[in-house]
């Protein structure tokens, strides 16, 4: 049986943007993790992600501070067009990354093929919940570590790290996707596109605003995703986030707008064995990124020099509908 | 405790009040100002026009709610083009309208305030091309624009002066600011209480109504009908 890590875990941080890389890298952020301008990652936002320059230029950046670079190529290929993503793989690898990020076992073999020495991370949107699953990436594909899917509980995830030998990583702050991974099909439902492979979970192309009796109404495709009263906060317009009747009553079925901050939790978070803490967020501004950074990586230190990290309440505002939770990780149900 | 929308009521606040001594001025001058910023963004970060330029023609109406004007801008034009009307004015179409504080918008426009958190706390409206928006937002959060510094540029030989101003200036508005929080807080305080008294009494109504109805449907056809 491997043994447990004691080590204080990395911090991954998301850079959406150049900027945002900066700051994460200035805030103390042990890795950032970034994707193309295209299709290939699952944040394929208008005005998001790096082209080759920019991509350059901030491994430049991050490695002149000591910190590591991962790319994102986490959605999968259609059916006889992988191009986009094995040139993707290529220029991660001739750019200077440190890890790539995969979910697709075709991309998985191409890396390990033709990038045998560049690290490969198993993306959550491989959604691999188990230790059977978690052995078949590393031992068919070498993968170094996985990225765990939102759901399972610190006791799972402790579980699971006494099973493998893998690296593992576990969000610690921000949106949370309460599904499957990889396998949603929600927002292909409503738009007919979807992050496993598009890149995007609810299109901004798709999403409507409009105030109607004053109240904004949020609109996904053909469906109205939710009504919210004047000084409501809001959340993302998502199916999983929406507010629906059934039964006859209204609520959120899926997911209520919340975001993950498990800061509290840290020693716990260390406790299971998971070799790296991810913040998510690449779609968020760089304001974010600073604010959120920077506060794991304080009570992280502070967690080093064996202290107790506490919340502030500082990263309250920044939280999808002004709610906080510690989602799976202390969940008493199945 | 639900407020009205941020076009009905903006916040009570040093730059609403401005905006009040503001309104004598013609829109013709706001332009004008508004203009030569924009022409020095565009010498200054050509990168975020770049960004802009799928853009092409698309109009995003900017309305700052505690002042009395508002802009149509169209970034991705070339060259990008913009001009003012008053707020009781109706402005020219546009595809995306984009609304908040003064402050807010300008805390959004240099990168210090995270866009999807002013939307969650609502302090940020938007309404129309919600893709359009995020691409507006994500090429401006990429930028390091410094509003201030681009204003006192635009002021040409008065920015020396205004410089000087500018420091005890800040701290005078942002003093006023939290104590013109603190009298609204007082003033509208009583209400509060009173209206969080009352959503307490009908979130537990909600819950009441919402147990009836479970109840109900958990009933046999027969028994509800008979």
């Known amino acids: 049986m491997p043994a447990m890590h004691t080590e204080i875990p990395e911090l991954i941080c998301p850079a959406g943007t150049p900027a945002a890389l900066r700051a994460a890298v200035e805030a103390g952020a042990d890795a950032v993790y970034l994707g193309f301008r295209d299709a290939t990652n699952a944040r394929n936002f208008p005005g998001l992600n790096f082209d080759e320059g920019e991509f350059r230029e901030g491994v430049d950046v991050a490695h002149a501070r000591g910190c590591k670079v991962f790319v994102a190529i986490n959605t999968f290929p259609p059916a006889g067009r992988p191009g986009p993503w094995h040139d993707a793989v290529d220029l991660a690898a001739k750019g200077g990354a440190d890890a790539v990020i995969l979910a697709d076992v075709g991309m998985l073999d191409y890396a390990a093929t033709r990038h045998p020495t560049l690290r490969r991370h198993l993306s959550v949107q491989a959604s691999a919940s188990n230790a059977e699953a978690i052995r078949f990436y590393q031992e068919a594909f070498g993968v170094a570590r996985v990225v765990l899917p939102r759901v399972l509980t610190l006791a799972e995830i402790a579980a699971l790290n006494r099973q493998v030998t893998v690296e593992t990583e576990i969000f610690a702050f921000g949106g949370l996707c309460v599904m499957a991974e990889g396998r949603c099909a929600l927002s292909s439902y409503a738009t007919g596109q979807s992050p496993n492979t598009n890149g995007v979970c609810s299109p901004a192309s798709h999403v409507r605003y409009e105030r109607r009796d004053g109240k904004q109404i949020s609109r996904l495709g053909a469906f109205t995703i939710d009504k919210i009263a004047d000084g409501t906060p809001a959340g993302y317009p998502t199916l999983c986030k929406g507010r629906f009747v059934a039964g006859g009553c209204s609520g959120h079925l899926f997911e209520e707008p919340t975001s993950l901050d498990a800061i509290g939790l840290l020693p716990k978070l260390a406790a299971t064995g998971a070799r790296a803490l991810k913040i998510e967020g690449r779609q968020r501004g760089r304001a974010y990124v600073t604010r959120v950074v920077g506060a794991y990586r304080k009570a992280l230190d502070a967690l080093a020099r064996g202290e107790t990290p506490v919340s502030d309440g500082t990263l309250d505002a920044l939280t999808e509908g002004q709610r906080q939770t510690t989602g799976a990780y202390l969940k008493s149900w199945q | ?226």
Do not use: W, Y
């Not at chain 2, 995003?60 to 913009?82: N, S, T």
């Not at chain 2, 707020?87 to 918008?105: C, K, N, R, W, Y």
């Open chain 2, 1 to 226: 405790m639900p407020m009205a929308s941020l076009e009905e009521t903006p916040p009570l606040s040093p730059v609403l009040l401005l905006g009040m001594a503001a309104r004598p001025l013609p829109p013709a001058v706001v332009e004008a100002v508004l203009r030569q910023a924009l022409r020095r963004v565009q010498a200054g970060h050509p990168e975020v026009f770049a960004r802009l330029r799928p853009l092409g023609d698309t109009a995003f109406l900017i309305d700052p709610v505690d002042v009395p004007f508002k802009a149509v801008v169209r970034p991705g034009a070339q060259p990008p083009a913009l001009c003012v009307v008053r707020d009781d004015q109706p402005a020219p179409a546009a595809a995306v309208v984009i609304s908040g504080a003064l402050a807010t918008l300008t805390d959004l426009l240099q990168g210090r305030a995270d866009g999807d958190a002013l939307f969650f706390s609502r302090d940020l409206a938007i309404e129309g091309d919600t893709e359009a928006a995020l691409t507006l937002r994500n090429a401006l959060d990429g930028a390091d624009i410094d509003v201030f510094e681009i204003m006192l540029a635009v002021l040409g030989p008065l920015a020396g002066p205004a410089r000087r101003l500018a420091r005890p200036g800040r701290t005078l508005l942002r003093g006023l600011r939290d104590d013109m929080g603190r009298v609204q807080a007082a003033l509208t305080a009583p209400l509060a209480r009173r209206c969080a008294a009352q959503a307490a009494e009908l979130a537990a109504l909600e819950d009441q109504v919402g147990e009836l109805r479970r109840r109900l449907h958990q009933r046999p056809a027969r028994t509800r009908s008979g």
